[in-house]
């Protein structure tokens, strides 16, 4: 498919809104409920804005929202810059492409959102390609969760979108505000949005190293010194014990990643992430082993604060995975 490059501007000046209610900390919801709109409204999450803590719920406004059946059996991002004449997307010349559309060894099929190169130091030293996918399925509950009541609540004195380029206008600034940004992003994840990350070696290296680099990505991220100082004490507790759980599932195996080699961290709808490793048989080639499923974490806590970093704009690990990722999402809702 072919890419346009599109740069979404907005004139509207929107100020930040006091959201509906104080809360310690953000939670998650039973996935009954969450994945099944016949309810009216979707449990209510807590953020960190301008320094306070706010909750925010979306009662009723679910039940506004028409979604025709089938609309997105398929998904096309004009972000996604395929290769020709193939589904896949050159990220680096020295690993495989990426594909635009992924199945096993994962539960479903995912459709690819956003991509980039992981680079480490001021000598830019090229770690990994990152795919960010979407399950394929769940681009309906999308727009179901991201329409424009939601995504108005916001801010104050901004206009109302009648039409789909004004919804398209308010969510492009929403998903690249770093105050709102991470909220809509978790906001996804808490409602069953399942997603994954497909983490391609572009040097030889182990999964230990890639084990401390998700934990160096999850504290970076600066909602984890906020949650750790939560005065609910068993917030902290909970993140320790997931990161603790991160690090024993990646330690069950010992494993080398030569170049090539693929980690998947796939969320569910419960928010649990399943770990599955393929790694390069032999070095320079793309013949791969089996899918080892290492394991799975399941702290919802654990998983928000990875996911925010690939996809929320406050700090992102790679900032064109978290343009191109938004830019989809926007193409998908509106």
């Known amino acids: 498919m072919s890419w346009i490059a599109k740069t979404t501007r907005t004139s509207l000046r929107l100020q930040r809104s006091p959201l509906a209610r104080v809360a310690a900390s953000f939670g998650s919801s039973s996935a009954a409920g969450r994945r099944h709109f016949s309810q009216s409204s979707i449990h209510a999450h807590g953020s960190v804005i301008g320094g306070k803590t706010f909750g925010f719920g979306l009662v009723g406004a679910l039940t506004t929202v028409a979604v025709t059946a089938g609309v997105y059996s398929t998904f096309s991002s004009q972000n996604i810059r395929s290769d020709a004449g193939v589904d896949t997307v050159s990220v680096v010349s020295s690993v495989d492409p990426l594909p635009t559309k992924l199945t096993a060894p994962l539960s479903t099929t995912y459709d690819l959102i956003g991509y980039g190169i992981r680079e480490v130091s001021f000598l830019k030293f090229q770690v990994y390609a990152l795919g960010l996918y979407i399950a394929e399925d769940d681009l309906k509950l999308v727009k179901q969760i ?83 100082k939560s005065e609910d004490e068993t917030v902290g507790e909970r993140i320790t014990k997931g990161l603790e759980d991160l690090r024993d599932t990646f330690n069950t195996a010992k494993m080398s990643a030569k170049k090539n080699s693929l980690v998947f961290m796939e969320i569910d709808e419960n928010q649990h992430i399943r770990v599955t490793v393929e790694a390069i048989k032999k070095a320079g080639t793309s013949e791969r082993g089996q899918p080892v499923v290492l394991g799975t974490v399941k702290e919802p806590l654990v998983t928000q604060l990875l996911f925010e970093s690939y996809a929320g704009a406050e700090k992102p690990l790679i900032k064109s995975v978290q343009a191109i990722a938004s830019q989809s999402i926007v193409d998908a809702v509106c």
């Open 146 to 228: 991201l329409n424009s009541k939601f995504i108005e609540s916001f801010y104050e004195d901004i206009q109302h979108a009648t039409t789909p380029e004004e919804h398209k206008e308010n969510l492009s600034r929403a998903l690249n505000d770093p105050s709102v940004s991470n909220i809509l992003i978790r906001n996804l994840l808490t409602s069953g949005v399942r997603f994954t990350a497909r983490i391609c070696a572009v040097r030889n290296t182990d999964l230990s190293h890639l084990r401390d680099g998700f934990i160096r990505t999850i504290k970076n991220n600066p909602n984890y010194g906020k949650l750790m």
